[in-house]
Nanobody, 115 residues
Framework: QVQLVESGGGMVQAGGSLRLSCAASGSIFSTSTMHWHRQAPGKQREWVASIRNTGITNYADSVKGRFTISRDNAKNTIFLQMKSLKPEDTAVYYC?????????WGKGTLVTVPS
């Protein structure tokens, strides 16, 4: 059974940086497209960034130029490097693995950027 475990969340001042990690157990990681999503208090979950198994990346306009998604296939881990953080980046951040129409979600990690 594949599991995703996020880590690295916390509280950081506006303008600061944080790096999130998502470790995957199981054998599907290398063939999965991996994604980061976030859900702010009182709002719907939104997509943040994706990285294909080929390394091709895509970003939401709201984070483009500030966030970088990467993956280490040898360690079955993806990362989200976040810089120039803003109060509106406050959310629970979730990773998702997608492969052949099947989605697996992690439980999330909280990022707080006080205003």
């Amino acid at each position: 059974q594949v599991q995703l475990v996020e880590s690295g969340g916390g509280m950081v001042q506006a303008g600061g940086s944080l790096r999130l990690s998502c470790a995957a157990s199981g054998s599907i990681f290398s063939t999965s497209t991996m994604h980061w999503h976030r859900q702010a208090p009182g709002k719907q979950r939104e997509w943040v960034a994706s990285i294909r198994n080929t390394g091709i990346t895509n970003y939401a306009d709201s984070v483009k130029g500030r966030f970088t998604i990467s993956r280490d296939n040898a360690k079955n881990t993806i990362f989200l490097q976040m810089k120039s953080l803003k109060p509106e980046d406050t959310a629970v951040y979730y990773c998702r693995a997608s492969r052949y129409g099947v989605d697996i979600w992690g439980k999330g990690t909280l990022v707080t950027v006080p205003s």
